[in-house]
Nanobody
Framework: EVQLVESGGGLVQAGGSMRLSCAASGFTFDGYCISWFRQAPGKEREWVSYMSSLVASTDYADSVKGRFTISSDNAKNTVYLQMNSLKPEDTAVYYC?????????????????WGQGTQVTVSS
């Protein structure tokens, strides 16, 4: 069974840090674009970041650029999102997703698999 499982969410104070994990099972990230999205209450889902599993390609939404870092551990088939200098407006459910086509990653690319999400709450 193909699964993406996010973990690492929780409650943190503004200015703090948190690392989210996205572990894949049933497939490997090889050949995929792996993205993070988030959705705050009452708002549309927002793309946060992506990385390619094949080429050195990453990108970030302007709202998180310089504060968030996406990375991977191929041996663990896991992608991470390191979030620093967190702000209350970062509060959301964070989802990871994977889509084929690692040479053509984009913020609006299609995704084949989605995780169930992990809640991140940043208190002021």
């Amino acid at each position: 069974e193909v699964q993406l499982v996010e973990s690492g969410g929780g409650l943190v104070q503004a200015g703090g840090s948190m690392r989210l994990s996205c572990a894949a099972s049933g497939f490997t990230f090889d050949g995929y674009c792996i993205s993070w999205f988030r959705q705050a209450p009452g708002k549309e889902r927002e793309w946060v970041s992506y990385m390619s599993s094949l080429v050195a390609s990453t990108d970030y939404a302007d709202s998180v650029k310089g504060r968030f870092t996406i990375s991977s551990d191929n041996a663990k088939n896991t992608v991470y999102l390191q979030m620093n200098s967190l702000k209350p407006e970062d509060t959301a459910v964070y989802y990871c997703a994977a889509g084929r086509g690692a040479y053509y990653c984009s913020a609006d690319g299609s995704n084949d698999y989605w995780g169930q999400g992990t809640q991140v709450t940043v208190s002021s």
